[in-house]
């Protein structure tokens, strides 16, 4: 359990599993006939975080923040503009593709609609035999074997995997999926808002499945998704987004009992908490919408809405900063 | 159906302050795989100027019920099959189709999940507004323009007399519920059904939608029906809450109750479920409790109670017959054979 300390940096003896520093995925947009670049779209704008081996690292935001490009962009599905990816000290952006399969092995992704997510014309078998059979792991007999015993590991009775995705609930698909995530015995697991599409009582299987498979297989989660609540409950550290930035970086407990940075606090406060008699006495409002990431505001990208900007928060950007051990924030005022 | 022994559900509506009541309300469609009972034997009622939260996952018949009170199932292929309807004591489920018209938007309007499909495109946000003012109060188009450019104003829209000449694609999400509320609103209704009003907006501006909402219900007096699968917007703003699992009405209760003391195993697993913020302080990952299983298809129900294959408490008796709604006291009503027996948590 050393490894679920709170250290945003690299832990000290072992390196992290994953480590990003200073990411960016700007996206180029193309206007009239020539194609011609009129602008970007800065989705992704310099992040940096590790995840160490066993660790659950939640990154949370609204729509529009950036956290699913920055996680395609962490798996390559996507080309980075600039920054750094390393998987257990090896810089993944440098390599050809030929030289990035065996780390693709290492890295899966779970999607958030398990409707789109899953071929519709293959079986659920085929589906998650498909990466044993690209990275020529197993075939046959011995590949039918272990679809089964994944499909019992996630919940799924063997005799499912004749069946095709229209035929399995929700909850059922998004098990499917976890089961092909599972398939090349992966070190991180990429989640994708996974449970959001499902409905409460299903979302709690899918997060308990999710928990347990980390405890029996050590695998290390990135988990993607705007619902606070979920991320709390599955994570180690919490990495908060805004507008294509990390602005804030702890682990749960530190995140919920001393947030520092403006947003997180408003975030947290916005939560609806299913009990009525917990009156919050403070609830902050925060004023108009997120803005556009083609245009995003000159220094913190926050201080349209912060409800404590100052005037150097127009102009400057923060940097961010290790403000207490492993506790880190892009905030000039804390 | 059963509660008559409560001292409500008689043909009439009660002589509380109700503004609504349905009564045992049965809408099916019917399909080529049979007929789907959306909802089946549903009654309850809503006070003046109370807000009622209607929870329930997807398929439970929440929205179908709220359809149903605006006649907007559409048919073929479903259809009112049984039940009443009242508003202010009249039946709307025998009024002729245009005075159904002059209600709709005016005495009962309703607030949908997405706004932008249900805004037109084509048409600016001040005309959209306009439409619904010029129909039932009959103003002149001006009038109607100067009253749309007024609820903006309500709805805390910042600058609405440019936003009233623009049109929805150039909105966000949260300004075009801002915009759906006011054209809600614009006809001061008795009733406003909100189908969750907040579900596809993001924390930040749910946080400002909701408190909009509970600003104008003090202000108008309007009594709201909230219908929604998040147990903590129903928390904060419903001073009753509504259950519904399968199509049918499980447990009903003031919130506070609710909450406190669940009765129906379901409503019980449905609280249990919940990763809950307030609690994930403690920095311990635990287990979330389960309800094991999936929602059964409305096309083939279980025999019995329809929760029973998936509810820890099952017995025989539940997977024979189905438990009619009781009285627990104070209004608190379950429709589970267990009910009373376990008090709580059943984990």
Same mark, same amino acid.
């Given at each position: 359990?050393?490894?679920?300390?709170?250290?945003?940096?690299?832990?000290?003896?072992?390196?992290?599993?994953?480590?990003?520093?200073?990411?960016?995925?700007?996206?180029?947009?193309?206007?009239?006939?020539?194609?011609?670049?009129?602008?970007?779209?800065?989705?992704?704008?310099?992040?940096?975080?590790?995840?160490?081996?066993?660790?659950?690292?939640?990154?949370?935001?609204?729509?529009?923040?950036?956290?699913?490009?920055?996680?395609?962009?962490?798996?390559?599905?996507?080309?980075?503009?600039?920054?750094?990816?390393?998987?257990?000290?090896?810089?993944?952006?440098?390599?050809?593709?030929?030289?990035?399969?065996?780390?693709?092995?290492?890295?899966?992704?779970?999607?958030?609609?398990?409707?789109?997510?899953?071929?519709?014309?293959?079986?659920?078998?085929?589906?998650?035999?498909?990466?044993?059979?690209?990275?020529?792991?197993?075939?046959?007999?011995?590949?039918?074997?272990?679809?089964?015993?994944?499909?019992?590991?996630?919940?799924?009775?063997?005799?499912?995997?004749?069946?095709?995705?229209?035929?399995?609930?929700?909850?059922?698909?998004?098990?499917?999926?976890?089961?092909?995530?599972?398939?090349?015995?992966?070190?991180? $697991?990429?989640?994708?808002?996974?449970?959001?599409?499902?409905?409460?009582?299903?979302?709690?299987?899918?997060?308990?499945?999710?928990?347990?498979?980390?405890?029996?297989?050590?695998?290390?989660?990135?988990?993607?998704?705007?619902?606070?609540?979920?991320?709390?409950?599955?994570?180690?550290? $919490?990495?908060?987004?805004?507008?294509?930035?990390?602005?804030?970086?702890?682990?749960?407990?530190?995140?919920?009992?001393?947030?520092?940075?403006?947003?997180?606090?408003?975030?947290?406060?916005?939560?609806?908490?299913?009990?009525?008699?917990?009156?919050?006495?403070?609830?902050? $409002?925060?004023?108009?919408?997120?803005?556009?990431?083609?245009?995003?505001?000159?220094?913190?990208?926050?201080?349209?809405?912060?409800?404590?900007?100052?005037?150097?928060?127009?102009?400057?950007?923060?940097?961010?900063?290790?403000?207490?051990?492993?506790?880190?924030?892009?905030?000039?005022?804390? | 159906?059963?509660?008559?022994?409560?001292?409500?559900?008689?043909?009439?509506?009660?002589?509380?302050?109700? !503004?609504?009541?349905?009564?045992?309300?049965?809408?099916?469609?019917?399909?080529?795989?049979?007929?789907?009972?959306?909802?089946?034997?549903?009654?309850?009622?809503?006070?003046?100027?109370?807000?009622?939260?209607?929870?329930?996952?997807?398929?439970? =018949?929440?929205?179908?019920?709220?359809?149903? !009170?605006?006649?907007? !199932?559409?048919?073929?292929?479903?259809?009112?099959?049984?039940?009443?309807?009242?508003?202010?004591?009249?039946?709307?489920? +025998?009024?002729?189709?245009?005075?159904?018209?002059?209600?709709? =938007?005016?005495?009962?309007?309703?607030?949908?999940?997405?706004?932008?499909?249900?805004?037109?495109?084509?048409?600016?946000? #001040?005309?959209?507004?306009?439409?619904?003012? !010029?129909?039932?109060?009959?103003?002149?188009?001006?009038?109607?323009?100067?009253?749309?450019?007024?609820?903006?104003?309500?709805?805390?829209?910042?600058?609405?007399?440019?936003?009233?000449?623009?049109?929805?694609?150039?909105?966000?999400?949260?300004?075009?519920?801002?915009?759906?509320?006011?054209?809600?609103?614009?006809?001061?209704?008795?009733?406003?059904?909100?189908?969750?009003?907040?579900?596809?907006?993001?924390?930040?501006?749910?946080?400002?939608?909701?408190?909009?909402?509970?600003?104008?219900?003090?202000?108008? #007096? +309007?009594?709201?029906?909230?219908?929604?699968?998040?147990?903590?917007?129903?928390?904060?703003?419903?001073?009753?809450?509504?259950?519904?699992?399968?199509?049918?009405?499980?447990?009903?209760?003031?919130?506070?109750?609710?909450?406190?003391?669940?009765?129906?195993?379901?409503?019980?697993?449905?609280?249990?479920?919940?990763?809950?913020?307030?609690?994930?302080? +403690?920095?311990?990952?635990?287990?979330?409790?389960?309800?094991?299983?999936?929602?059964?298809?409305?096309?083939?129900?279980?025999?019995?109670?329809?929760?029973?294959?998936?509810?820890?408490?099952?017995?025989?008796?539940?997977?024979?017959?189905?438990?009619?709604?009781?009285?627990?006291?104070? #209004?608190?009503?379950?429709?589970?054979?267990?009910?009373?027996?376990?008090?709580?948590?059943?984990?």
């Amino acid at each position: 359990m050393k490894a679920l300390s709170s250290a945003a940096g690299p832990a000290i003896g072992t390196p992290p599993l994953l480590e990003v520093s200073g990411l960016k995925k700007h996206f180029p947009i193309r206007k009239g006939l020539l194609s011609r670049t009129a602008g970007y779209v800065y989705a992704v704008d310099g992040i940096s975080f590790t995840i160490n081996a066993r660790e659950t690292l939640g990154l949370v935001g609204e729509s529009g923040c950036g956290k699913s490009t920055a996680g395609k962009t962490v798996l390559r599905l996507i080309e980075s503009t600039a920054g750094s990816v390393k998987l257990k000290g090896t810089e993944l952006n440098r390599l050809s593709r030929a030289e990035m399969r065996p780390y693709r092995r290492e890295m899966q992704i779970i999607f958030q609609d398990p409707y789109s997510s899953l071929n519709p014309r293959m079986s659920a078998g085929a589906i998650v035999g498909e990466p044993l059979t690209i990275h020529r792991i197993a075939a046959g007999k011995e590949k039918a074997e272990r679809v089964a015993s994944l499909f019992e590991r996630v919940g799924l009775r063997p005799d499912h995997m004749e069946k095709y995705p229209h035929e399995f609930s929700g909850g059922q698909r998004q098990r499917i999926g976890i089961a092909r995530a599972l398939a090349l015995s992966p070190s991180l $697991i990429i989640g994708d808002e996974p449970v959001s599409a499902l409905d409460v009582s299903i979302q709690a299987q899918v997060i308990n499945l999710m928990m347990d498979l980390q405890e029996e297989f050590g695998l290390s989660y990135l988990f993607i998704a705007h619902d606070l609540a979920v991320v709390e409950h599955i994570s180690h550290r $919490i990495a908060v987004m805004y507008l294509g930035r990390i602005v804030e970086l702890t682990d749960k407990r530190t995140l919920f009992d001393n947030p520092l940075h403006p947003y997180t606090e408003a975030l947290l406060s916005a939560v609806p908490i299913p009990d009525p008699k917990i009156k919050r006495d403070k609830r902050i $409002i925060l004023k108009g919408d997120v803005p556009s990431p083609i245009s995003p505001p000159s220094g913190c990208h926050f201080h349209t809405r912060c409800p404590v900007a100052k005037p150097e928060c127009t102009q400057v950007s923060p940097d961010f900063r290790e403000v207490q051990p492993g506790h880190w924030v892009a905030c000039h005022l804390r | 159906m059963q509660h008559a022994q409560a001292g409500i559900g008689h043909a009439q509506p009660s002589p509380l302050d109700e !503004i609504l009541r349905i009564e045992n309300l049965k809408t099916y469609f019917y399909s080529r795989e049979g007929v789907v009972r959306a909802v089946e034997g549903v009654s309850y009622g809503l006070r003046r100027g109370q807000t009622l939260g209607v929870v329930g996952e997807s398929g439970c =018949g929440k929205s179908v019920t709220a359809l149903s !009170i605006l006649r907007l !199932i559409p048919n073929p292929p479903g259809k009112i099959v049984d039940g009443a309807i009242y508003l202010e004591g009249k039946n709307l489920l +025998t009024l002729p189709e245009p005075d159904m018209q002059a209600l709709r =938007g005016n005495d009962i309007s309703m607030i949908f999940q997405e706004p932008m499909t249900s805004l037109n495109p084509v048409l600016t946000i #001040g005309q959209q507004i306009s439409e619904a003012v !010029i129909l039932h109060q009959r103003l002149s188009a001006k009038d109607a323009m100067n009253k749309a450019v007024e609820m903006l104003k309500l709805v805390r829209m910042p600058e609405p007399v440019r936003r009233a000449k623009e049109y929805p694609h150039q909105l966000s999400g949260g300004m075009r519920q801002r915009v759906m509320i006011a054209m809600a609103l614009s006809c001061n209704p008795k009733v406003l059904l909100a189908d969750e009003p907040t579900t596809a907006l993001d924390v930040t501006i749910q946080a400002q939608i909701l408190d909009l909402m509970r600003e104008l219900q003090e202000k108008l #007096g +309007t009594a709201i029906i909230l219908i929604t699968h998040d147990l903590g917007v129903v928390a904060e703003t419903a001073e009753r809450v509504v259950v519904m699992y399968a199509g049918k009405k499980v447990e009903e209760a003031d919130a506070a109750v609710l909450f406190a003391n669940p009765q129906h195993p379901y409503t019980q697993g449905l609280l249990a479920s919940v990763p809950r913020l307030d609690q994930a302080a +403690t920095g311990a990952r635990t287990r979330l409790t389960e309800i094991k299983g999936i929602v059964p298809s409305l096309h083939n129900l279980p025999a019995g109670c329809f929760f029973a294959p998936r509810c820890p408490l099952a017995d025989n008796q539940c997977r024979q017959e189905y438990p009619a709604l009781r009285d627990m006291g104070r #209004g608190h009503m379950a429709a589970c054979w267990k009910a009373g027996q376990n008090s709580k948590g059943v984990a």
